[in-house]
C-alpha cells in the first residue's frame, strides 16, 4: 500500500510536469531570426521530420522535435502544402502548423496596366519571374489558338488587369491566368459582335491595340475607333504612329524618338504609313475598353485626329486637318 501511495504521488507529479511542459511548448512565442521578413521555401514531397528541421534551422520555431510532436497529434494526415512561407513576428510552433497546412503561402499582388508589349510586361514582372523565362512562355501561342489560330505568339492577349500570384509561380502559370482573364473578358457576347462585324478575334484585338495606343482616354476611344473604321473603309492607310514605332522596337532600331522620315524608312509590315489595312497582328494587350471601342466605334466621318495635350481634336477632311495643323504652328 505504501507502494502505491507513493507511485500515485510520483505518477501525478510526473503528469503534472508533462501538462506544465506541454502547456508551456504550446503557448511559447518563438522567433529566432534578426530580419524584418524571413522566406521560406518548402518543397513538394518534403517530409514533415525535414519541414520541422528547416524551420528550426532558419529560426521559425525552437525545437524540430516539438514540431513534430505537435504535428502528429493536432494535424495528423492533414499534409503540409508546397510553397514559400513569410514569417515577421514571434509565433508559437502551432500557429506555425495551422500555417502550413493551410497553405498560407507568400503572395505578390501586381497590376498590369493597358497597352503593354510582351517585352514590357515581362520586365514588369522580373522582381518575381525571370524576363526570359516570362518571354519564353509567352510563345506558347497554342493557349490561344481556339480564338487566334494565326496567333504566333501571345502579343495582345496577356490581360490587363490586377493579379494576386503566390511567391515563387512560374512564368507559365502567369501566363496561362492572363490568356485566360483575356478569354473570359472576350466573352461569347463580344465574339458574336465581331462575328456580326465579319472581323476575327485577331483583327479586332489588333485594332483595339491600335486605339490603346492612341488614347488612355476612354471617352475618346469610340471616336479614334472610327477614325480608324472609316479609314479602312475608304482604303486609307491608317498611318497611326505607335505601328511604326513597335516595328522600330521588333528591328531593333528604336532610339527613343519617331522622326518623320521613319515613315517610309521602316520597312515593317507593321508601319501603317506604308501599308494599307491592319498590321499583321496587336501591337500590346489593349484593355477592355480599348476592345469594346474596336467593336463599337462612334457614328462619326471623321478621318483625321491630331492629338492637342491629353485629348484628341478630330476632322472630317484634309483641309480641316491643315487648319487645326496650322492654329497649332
Request: charged share 25%; glycine share 6%.
Amino acid at each position: 500500500m505504501k507502494f502505491l501511495k507513493y507511485f500515485s504521488v510520483f505518477a501525478l507529479a510526473l503528469i503534472a510536469f508533462l501538462a506544465y511542459f506541454f502547456l508551456s511548448e504550446y503557448h511559447n512565442y518563438y522567433k529566432g531570426y534578426r530580419e524584418p521578413i524571413k522566406k521560406v521555401k518548402i518543397e513538394a514531397g518534403t517530409p514533415v521530420k525535414k519541414v520541422g528541421e528547416i524551420l528550426e534551422q532558419k529560426g521559425i520555431i525552437k525545437s524540430s522535435r516539438m514540431f513534430l510532436f505537435f504535428y502528429r497529434i493536432f494535424f495528423k494526415n492533414k499534409p503540409i502544402q508546397a510553397g514559400i512561407y513569410s514569417f515577421s513576428k514571434p509565433l508559437r510552433t502551432i500557429d506555425v502548423l495551422r500555417k502550413l497546412v493551410r497553405g498560407d503561402i507568400s503572395k505578390f499582388k501586381i497590376t498590369v496596366p493597358e497597352g503593354l508589349t510582351i517585352e514590357e510586361t515581362a520586365r514588369l514582372f522580373s522582381d518575381y519571374v525571370p524576363e526570359e523565362e516570362f518571354k519564353k512562355a509567352a510563345r506558347n501561342y497554342w493557349l490561344i489558338s481556339d480564338l487566334d489560330p494565326e496567333a504566333r505568339n501571345l502579343e495582345g492577349y496577356l490581360f490587363p488587369d490586377t493579379y494576386i500570384f503566390p511567391e515563387g509561380v512560374t512564368a507559365s502559370f502567369v501566363v496561362k491566368k492572363m490568356v485566360a482573364t483575356f478569354k473570359m473578358k472576350f466573352n461569347p457576347s463580344l465574339r458574336e459582335k465581331a462575328k456580326q462585324m465579319g472581323w476575327t478575334v485577331r483583327q479586332v484585338v489588333t485594332l483595339a491595340s491600335l486605339i490603346e495606343k492612341e488614347t488612355y482616354l476612354d471617352e475618346e476611344k469610340p471616336l479614334i475607333s472610327s477614325v480608324f473604321h472609316n479609314r479602312l473603309r475608304l482604303g486609307m492607310p491608317l498611318q497611326c504612329d505607335p505601328t511604326v514605332v513597335y516595328a522600330m522596337k521588333k528591328m531593333g532600331i528604336w532610339r527613343g524618338r519617331l522622326l518623320r522620315k521613319h515613315y517610309k524608312t521602316v520597312r515593317s509590315p507593321y508601319n501603317t504609313y506604308l501599308h494599307k489595312g491592319l498590321p499583321p497582328g496587336p501591337i500590346c494587350s489593349p484593355g477592355l475598353s480599348s476592345i469594346e471601342a474596336a467593336l463599337q466605334p462612334a457614328d462619326t466621318d471623321y478621318i483625321y485626329f491630331m492629338a492637342v495635350g491629353p485629348s484628341h481634336v478630330f476632322s472630317r477632311n484634309y483641309k480641316e486637318h491643315l487648319q487645326i495643323l496650322r492654329t497649332r504652328k
